[in-house]
């Protein structure tokens, strides 16, 4: 069926693409090869569609409490709830890729109308047909893979842990296979928000750790590697080579290693430093490094310290380098001494190139599982009852880990993921902004 050029047949087109995927292509268009992998896309979905009904009613319900049945043979409310947010996703791929189709024929009818009634994609050889096609839709199929890898290792993952903020999930009387769990709206929220209870004051109490952390963490390691750069430099240190390469180790070597032999230094029964000190008379007693709650949170800070400084100081050495000798020797000349130089030239300069830097490091210290868990993951002291298991130390990642693998509350658990991405996401929407590549399209 031919269109007309005058545009009058775009009604025709629109309605045709709209009753089946790819129906416009082969009637009006003449672009067999797009219209049948369109069509065949539709006739896929349609084929599975009481698989899509089912994994839908399973994410609905979660499943019926069966306890007649052996656990094995109960339904498992967790692989329903993945089952169909897979389902609802490769629904809303199809509905894009039906948008796409429909677009795609109105383009074509456009192209047919301002070409007088020839298109360049469609032609009698099938294989030049095929040829164009596979031409035109190359981006596409280029960024397809990607695309579909981002939404089934990233989105459902993502779009699952929150869902699980509004079920019960949690033990022991909602721990599948072999109870079911049911949703519960808003409930875990309220429990963790309401400020009348347990999780609430945990929570205020680990957010504010949390961000202390954060903030101390990232300042102390920032002005130590800043500090440790300016004096090899301003004050022209002996082998500097040498004291870079030793400040560096740290860094070098795995954080988890770094932490649990720090942990074993630091013990307050048969620690080396303990051991060592009392040795010299310097201590009478052991000094309890890892059980005392303060004095832990200072521990932490101390040994992040040495381990996150040699990182800014390496960035800071590479910022100084770049600052133009004549900014310094004018102060000189002006009778600016080595701080007034610090003070308005260097560090200006270097904050100004590292600042973006100090936020990523701020937000990676709030999700700093490592530093936190194995240097002081064995504090005894609970802060709370043992529903909350939030300890003294405890920043939000670790209160989860412990939520997940201790007491099982996954429900909470996930309730404090989406707090942390509610958090971190505007300082990444933020960095990320600022980066060229996002101002001007290209690196």
């Given at each position: 069926?031919?269109?007309?050029?005058?545009?009058?047949?775009?009604?025709?087109?629109?309605?045709?693409?709209?009753?089946f995927m790819g129906?416009?292509?082969?009637?009006?268009?003449?672009?067999?090869?797009?219209?049948?992998?369109?069509?065949?896309?539709?006739?896929?979905?349609?084929?599975?569609?009481?698989?899509?009904?089912?994994?839908?009613?399973?994410?609905?319900?979660?499943?019926?409490?069966?306890?007649?049945?052996?656990?094995?043979?109960?339904?498992?409310?967790?692989?329903?709830?993945?089952?169909?947010?897979?389902?609802?996703?490769?629904?809303?791929?199809?509905?894009?890729?039906?948008?796409?189709?429909?677009?795609?024929?109105?383009?074509?009818?456009?192209?047919?109308?301002?070409?007088?009634?020839?298109?360049?994609?469609?032609?009698?050889?099938?294989?030049?047909?095929?040829?164009?096609?596979?031409?035109?839709?190359?981006?596409?199929?280029?960024?397809?893979?990607?695309?579909?890898?981002v939404v089934f290792?990233?989105?459902?993952?993502?779009?699952?842990?929150?869902?699980?903020?509004?079920?019960?999930?949690?033990?022991?009387?909602?721990?599948?296979?072999?109870?079911?769990?049911?949703?519960?709206?808003?409930?875990?929220?309220?429990?963790?928000?309401?400020?009348?209870?347990?999780?609430?004051?945990?929570?205020?109490?680990?957010?504010?750790?949390?961000?202390?952390?954060?903030?101390?963490?990232?300042?102390?390691?920032?002005?130590?590697?800043?500090?440790?750069?300016?004096?090899?430099?301003?004050?022209?240190?002996?082998?500097?080579?040498?004291?870079?390469?030793?400040?560096?180790?740290?860094?070098?070597?795995?954080?988890?290693?770094?932490?649990?032999?720090?942990?074993?230094?630091?013990?307050?029964?048969?620690?080396?430093?303990?051991?060592?000190?009392?040795?010299?008379?310097?201590?009478?007693?052991?000094?309890?490094?890892?059980?005392?709650?303060?004095?832990?949170?200072?521990?932490?800070?101390?040994?992040?310290?040495?381990?996150?400084?040699?990182?800014?100081?390496?960035?800071?050495?590479?910022?100084?380098?770049?600052?133009?000798?004549?900014?310094?020797?004018?102060?000189?000349?002006?009778?600016?001494?080595?701080?007034?130089?610090?003070?308005?030239?260097?560090?200006?300069?270097?904050?100004?190139?590292?600042?973006?830097?100090?936020?990523?490091?701020?937000?990676?210290?709030?999700?700093?599982?490592?530093?936190?868990?194995?240097?002081?993951?064995?504090?005894?002291?609970?802060?709370?009852?043992?529903?909350?298991?939030?300890?003294?130390?405890?920043?939000?990642?670790?209160?989860?880990?412990?939520?997940?693998?201790?007491?099982?509350?996954?429900n909470m658990a996930?309730?404090?993921?989406?707090?942390?991405?509610?958090?971190?996401?505007?300082?990444?929407?933020?960095?990320?902004?600022?980066?060229?590549?996002?101002?001007?399209?290209?690196?």
């Amino acid at each position: 069926m031919k269109p007309k050029i005058d545009g009058s047949s775009r009604r025709a087109i629109f309605i045709s693409a709209i009753a089946f995927m790819g129906l416009a292509h082969i009637l009006f268009l003449n672009q067999i090869v797009k219209g049948v992998l369109f069509a065949i896309v539709q006739i896929v979905i349609l084929i599975n569609i009481p698989w899509f009904v089912n994994n839908i009613q399973g994410l609905i319900t979660l499943g019926e409490s069966a306890p007649h049945l052996a656990v094995r043979y109960r339904p498992h409310s967790m692989n329903m709830m993945i089952d169909g947010v897979i389902a609802v996703v490769i629904l809303l791929l199809f509905v894009c890729i039906f948008i796409i189709s429909v677009r795609s024929a109105l383009k074509s009818y456009r192209e047919y109308c301002a070409q007088n009634g020839i298109l360049h994609n469609a032609t009698r050889n099938p294989f030049k047909t095929f040829t164009n096609s596979l031409n035109n839709s190359f981006p596409i199929l280029a960024l397809a893979p990607a695309v579909l890898l981002v939404v089934f290792l990233i989105v459902v993952p993502l779009v699952f842990a929150t869902l699980v903020a509004f079920t019960n999930y949690s033990f022991p009387h909602n721990l599948p296979p072999a109870n079911t769990v049911d949703w519960v709206g808003l409930e875990n929220f309220r429990n963790m928000f309401s400020g009348q209870n347990l999780w609430s004051g945990a929570l205020l109490r680990v957010t504010l750790w949390t961000l202390a952390w954060a903030f101390f963490a990232t300042a102390t390691c920032y002005f130590g590697g800043l500090f440790m750069a300016v004096i090899m430099r301003e004050f022209k240190v002996k082998f500097a080579p040498v004291f870079r390469t030793i400040f560096i180790l740290p860094y070098a070597v795995p954080a988890i290693i770094s932490m649990i032999v720090w942990r074993n230094l630091l013990n307050g029964s048969f620690g080396a430093i303990n051991r060592t000190l009392m040795h010299f008379g310097i201590i009478q007693e052991m000094v309890p490094w890892l059980t005392s709650l303060w004095l832990t949170r200072f521990t932490l800070v101390l040994v992040n310290l040495w381990a996150g400084f040699p990182y800014f100081m390496l960035l800071a050495l590479g910022s100084m380098t770049a600052i133009n000798e004549d900014l310094f020797d004018a102060a000189r000349i002006d009778g600016a001494n080595k701080f007034n130089v610090f003070r308005h030239i260097t560090l200006p300069l270097v904050a100004f190139q590292t600042m973006p830097l100090i936020i990523m490091s701020f937000t990676h210290n709030i999700n700093n599982f490592g530093a936190i868990f194995f240097l002081a993951g064995g504090f005894p002291t609970v802060l709370d009852t043992p529903l909350t298991s939030a300890t003294g130390v405890d920043i939000l990642i670790s209160w989860i880990y412990r939520l997940t693998m201790e007491s099982m509350r996954y429900n909470m658990a996930s309730v404090l993921a989406v707090m942390i991405f509610v958090l971190l996401a505007p300082f990444a929407i933020f960095n990320f902004r600022r980066t060229k590549a996002f101002k001007e399209g290209e690196l």
